[in-house]
């Protein structure tokens, strides 16, 4: 099973860019589909992005569309969330996520993942 540590988060202005990485150690890396996840202030965690083991397929929540990108590298058993356009409503702890997956498919609902990273705080000043 693999281990997951993010980093990245901090204070930004609004419009500004992030890049948030999640790192994996352990073994089967490309073998995993991952996510991003985020909880705001007094919010329940919800979906950001998906990719796929190969990173074939992305899939994205509504609010994240045209602003966030999610890719991955399997060679360096990373995953990436480039954030831009940023918005004080994207004020939240975000959360890297792992779910073995095999078929290409990504998995938009948190329960379906199984391992977890700790969390980075991502916030937007207005």
């Known amino acids: 099973q693999v281990q997951l540590v993010e980093s990245g988060g901090g204070l930004v202005q609004a419009g500004g860019s992030l890049r948030l990485s999640c790192t994996a150690s352990g073994r089967a890396f490309s073998w995993y589909a991952m996510g991003w996840f985020r909880r705001p202030p007094g919010k329940y965690r919800e979906f950001v992005a998906a990719i796929s083991q190969t990173g074939g397929k992305t899939d994205y929540a509504d609010s994240a569309k045209g602003r966030f990108t999610i890719s991955r590298d399997n060679a360096k058993n990373t995953v990436a969330l480039q954030m831009n356009s940023l918005k004080p409503g994207d004020t939240a702890v975000y959360y890297c996520?792992?779910?073995?997956?095999?078929?290409?498919?990504?998995?938009?609902?948190?329960?379906?993942?199984?391992?977890w990273g700790q969390g980075t705080q991502v916030t937007v000043s207005s």
């Open positions: 996520a792992a779910v073995w997956s095999l078929g290409g498919l990504t998995h938009t609902v948190a329960n379906e993942y199984d391992v």
